[in-house]
């Protein structure tokens, strides 16, 4: 799936966030999206991922040639974000039986994996978690999900040295030959990307 941006202005209020950004993202390669605190990275991601609309411009997506209207585009695409909520009364067990109910995913059995890597009690609430837990809980719903696009925001947020390095290696190992778009002031999340795009400077 490619996307292509053209103009896109978002505003809130009387701020403008994106100004007029334009980009083409291509099926299969690797993104990262940087630039300080505030300078609307999330944002970019959320218009990206069809979870708000833009105040002026333009967003196509395009699979095999076919238009993908906006509504539909959940089907093809996995986010992680610090700000996404979980379900906090499910257990992990429940929670991975309910996301891939309606997902694909990309290993035959997601519950057993998913528990492997998080070295977790599976009948434990998610309130109980800490906020390290419930992210790399986050991480592996989307990336063990089928999808032409993985949407990463801030994805090693709550963790540290050491959920780094595991974040690192689910990269490595599920990103598969998908679309991946990840935003991050922190190098250490995106350095292995081929494209950089400085939220900044929106003509990069």
Known sequence: M???LDQITKQYSKQ?????????FQSGESYAIYGHNGSGKSTLIQLLAGSISPNKGKITYLLKGKNIPVEELYQYISLAAPYMDLIED???????????????????NPFEIMHQLLNYDASKLIK???????????LLLAMLTDSNILFLDEPTANFDN??????????????ADRTL???????????????????AEPSI
Do not use: P
Request: aromatic share 14%.
């Open 2 to 4: 490619t996307i292509h």
């Open 16 to 24: 403008t966030v994106i100004n007029k950004f334009s980009y083409q």
């Open 90 to 108: 499910m257990s992990m067990k429940e929670i991975i039986a309910f996301h891939f109910s309606f997902k694909k995913s990309l290993v035959k």
């Open 128 to 138: 109980h978690y800490s906020s390290g837990m419930k992210q790399r809980l986050k």
């Open 162 to 175: 050491e959920g780094i390095e595991w974040y690192r290696g689910l990269i490595k190992t599920y990103q």
């Open 181 to 199: 778009i990840i935003a991050s002031a922190q190098g250490h999340d995106h350095d292995f990307c081929t494209h950089k795009i400085s939220i």
